[in-house]
T-cell receptor
Framework: ETGVTQSPTHLIKTRGQQVTLRCSSQ?????VSWYQQALGQGPQFIFQ???????GRGNFPPRFSGLQFPNYSSELNVNALELDDSALYLC?????????????FGPGTRLTVL | TQLLEQSPQFLSIQEGENLTVYCNSS?????LQWYRQEPGEGPVLLVT?????EVKKLKRLTFQFGDARKDSSLHITAAQPGDTGLYLC??????????FGAGTTVTVRA
């Protein structure tokens, strides 16, 4: 069974640019959530996708957007990057019919905005 | 602002000692999850507790969910250097969203 994978591992962008991060969910999981983890803090919920539809959103501006594909993989897009967007971006998938709220995380993408 | 408050923020102990990490909230959760995270990696799930008052034991780790489902604790017996890491608690609601605490950094010295 393949776990959650994310790409790229690291990314360096400049302020104002756009970035796309990718996530492949664990086999059998139909729900993908994205989180932002700033240095020294716990992850903050960005949004969640269930069967290709956005299923909830945290307190993030519209320049953070996402997609989920028929194979349940997902993308996180961030436009007009700001310095404060520098963080570890985590993707988590939830099992179909699995334990309530159990989420499994990928290794993350480290984004640095200069 | 973190919905869940974890304490202590940092903990440094000698190998063989016991430790307890606390996770508290004013909100009720449908589940409480504990994760351990290594630097530069994603959180790894340790346990999910869903019933108020539930106690789960995994080898040297004991997890407890409060009766009111607002708080939880993680106790490690005879800590080892391999237990070093950032311990995160996360509260789940029925819509699958997780609210995380800021984490407790545990260092076990050999």
């Amino acid at each position: 069974e393949t776990g959650v994978t994310q790409s790229p591992t690291h990314l360096i962008k400049t302020r104002g640019q756009q970035v796309t991060l990718r996530c492949s969910s664990q086999s059998g999981h139909n729900t993908v959530s994205w989180y932002q983890q700033a240095l020294g803090q716990g992850p903050q919920f960005i949004f969640q996708y269930y069967r290709e539809e956005e299923n909830g959103r945290g307190n993030f501006p519209p320049r953070f957007s996402g997609l989920q594909f028929p194979n349940y993989s997902s993308e996180l897009n961030v436009n007009a990057l700001e310095l404060d967007d520098s963080a570890l971006y985590l993707c988590a998938s939830s099992p179909q019919g699995g334990g309530r709220d159990t989420q499994y995380f990928g290794p993350g993408t480290r984004l640095t905005v200069l | 602002t973190q919905l869940l408050e974890q304490s202590p923020q940092f903990l440094s102990i000698q190998e063989g000692e016991n430790l307890t990490v606390y996770c508290n909230s004013s909100s009720v959760f449908s589940s409480l999850q504990w994760y351990r995270q290594e630097p530069g990696e994603g959180p790894v799930l340790l346990v999910t507790v869903v019933t108020g008052g539930e106690v789960k034991k995994l080898k040297r780790l004991t997890f407890q969910f409060g009766d009111a489902r607002k708080d939880s604790s993680l106790h490690i017996t005879a800590a080892q250097p391999g237990d070093t890491g950032l311990y995160l608690c996360a509260g789940g609601t029925n819509d699958y969203k997780l609210s995380f605490g800021a984490g407790t950094t545990v260092t076990v010295r050999a």
